[in-house]
């Protein structure tokens, strides 16, 4: 008996089958293809997500043993519009990354109480969120969203799989129309806005499944009709799950292009705190729990963009771990603030760029490379101390999984810095897995989420631990420095923009 995951990230969809002790039998993966439009937005297309999503369902389900149950998950805030009664798409998929809706999103803000909102939805209005991306539909075509249904990634493929309609709690609360306070749609903000609750879909506990397969997709896909197909969530805590990261005193880490860090919560009221952290908070995947989160947009993004300023042609990697292997073991004493795209939750400033602060002559580039490690990781060692901070609890491990976690003295600066143990999972696909195992539970494959992690065959951890005499002086360079020059940067770049928008 075993599991179908689904995983539709921002640049691949994947599918993996698993076995019931978390056994990874077969992982197929291919790109995400995201177009640009004439007018300039970026786009991803229904009909080729649903292609890409059917090849790798193919390729792990063809001559695969008994499938029990199937879970999907998926990157957040991309969604579109489809016709409640034909399913066919009224919108192509609008990417989370497109800032389209900007203008909306100022409307957002303009137009209700950022504390009042944050209290209800556990968010601050963006481009980034469903409501923004629905009302900028709707300035472009006010006609499309009569008998139309915002769904997400992993709404829309459920729905191609069962001809159901329906999310989970996880993705319905970056739509900026979900209460996380009631896990219901805020109907009274909707008609605010002229839209109805029933433009989204029913919302269930993740892993819930919103219907069986049907016999007319099932043999196309090399599936048996009536298999139970479960939402089980947003990436990220799906991801956590997966590394049983749900009690106080450790939180993961995302390492990848972005880097996240999810701790998780009891379920609680949001306070006036909470917002002024500026921490994001969400419905958990797993049963009775919040999650508070930060990110870092351009974090495995800072090294590869380093990797092509190095050299006349792109670094590979066994040159970028030469490199490092050549550096002084001490910190380099450069401050690098990780800023290419802006910065995200605690502190989400979309205004401000990044820096190098403290470069000499004697500096070289595996110099150059280092510090570029060590600012990503100044960066999460401040969205670790506001978790710290907002939760009042000690945060002494770190959980880290994805491809950084393939840069050992990444993680040896990251447990220096921090003074944390860092523990690098070997698990490459967290979030297949932990959709497997979500669908398992909501499905009854297993009793409940202890039932499926007492049965877990875990992968090895690799554990990095400080070294106290680094410690002592990445601490200095932190406090000293980074957290100063971090609010001058800030504001350089906000006044910046006021003389250039006073100039125009």
């Known amino acids: 008996m075993t599991i ?110 950022p504390l009042e909102r944050y209290l209800k939805t556990g968010l ?3 481009f980034k969120c469903s409501l923004a991306k629905i009302l900028w539909l709707r300035a472009r075509d006010e006609s499309v969203l009569h008998g139309a249904i915002w769904l997400s990634a992993a709404d829309y493929i459920a729905y191609r799989l069962t001809g159901n309609f329906g999310t989970d709690c996880s993705l319905a609360g970056y739509t900026f129309a979900f209460r996380v306070d009631q896990r219901a749609w805020d109907s009274d903000w909707l008609r605010a806005w002229r839209l109805s609750a029933d433009l989204f879909p029913s919302v269930n506990p993740s892993g819930t499944p919103v219907g069986d397969v049907r016999s007319d997709v099932a043999a196309s896909l090399s599936l048996t009709a009536g298999i139970p197909v479960s939402i089980c969530g947003h990436d990220h805590p799906t991801a956590a799950f997966a590394m049983n990261v749900t009690s106080p005193g450790k939180v993961f880490d995302s390492m990848g292009t972005a880097e996240t860090l999810l701790g998780a919560l009891p379920e609680r009221i949001l306070t006036e705190e909470d917002f002024r952290s500026g921490l994001i908070y969400g419905c958990h995947v797993a ?131 921090s003074g944390c143990r860092i523990e690098a999972s070997a698990e490459p696909e967290a979030t297949l897995l932990g959709a497997a195992l979500v669908a398992g539970i909501g499905s009854g494959l297993y009793a409940d989420d202890v039932e499926a992690f007492n049965g ?42 006021k003389e250039l928008a006073e100039y125009e």
């Open 4 to 113: 179908l995951a689904i995983d539709i990230g921002t640049t691949h969809c994947k599918a993996g089958l698993f076995a019931l002790d978390g056994t990874a039998l077969k992982i197929a993966t291919r790109p995400m293809v995201a177009h640009r439009a004439s007018s300039g937005e970026a786009y991803f297309d229904p009909e080729a997500l649903w292609a890409t999503a059917s090849a790798v369902i193919r390729k792990v389900a063809d001559s695969a043993g008994p499938i029990a149950a199937i879970g999907i998950a998926s990157m957040a805030e991309t969604g579109l519009l489809v016709d409640r009664r034909t399913g066919a798409a009224r919108s192509f998929f609008v990417p989370w990354f497109d800032t389209a809706a900007q203008p909306q999103a100022d409307l957002i803000r303009r137009q209700s109480d």
């Open 124 to 126: 601050r209005a963006s």
């Open 287 to 417: 049963n009775g729990c919040g999650y508070w989160l930060g990110s870092l947009s351009a974090s495995g993004g800072s090294v590869e963009w380093l990797r092509a300023q190095l050299n006349h042609k792109l670094l590979s990697y066994d040159e970028i771990d030469a490199l490092l292997a050549s550096a002084r073991p001490e910190p380099t004493g450069i401050l690098y603030f990780p800023y290419l795209v802006g910065s995200g939750p605690p502190h989400t400033d979309p205004l401000i760029r990044g820096a190098f602060i403290g470069l000499s002559a004697s500096h070289g580039r595996a110099d150059l490379l280092k510090a570029v490690l060590e600012g990503t990781v100044y960066e999460v060692e401040f969205i670790r101390q506001t978790g710290e901070h907002i939760t009042g609890q000690s945060i002494p491990t770190l959980i880290a999984a994805g491809g950084g976690t393939r840069n050992r003295p990444w993680l040896q600066i990251k447990a220096d810095v």
């Open 456 to 497: 877990l065959r875990l992968k090895p951890v690799e554990v990095f631990l400080p070294d106290p005499e680094r410690h002592a002086v990445y601490r200095r360079l932190y406090e000293q420095g980074y957290l100063l020059l971090q609010e001058a940067l800030r504001q350089h770049f906000n006044e910046r923009e």
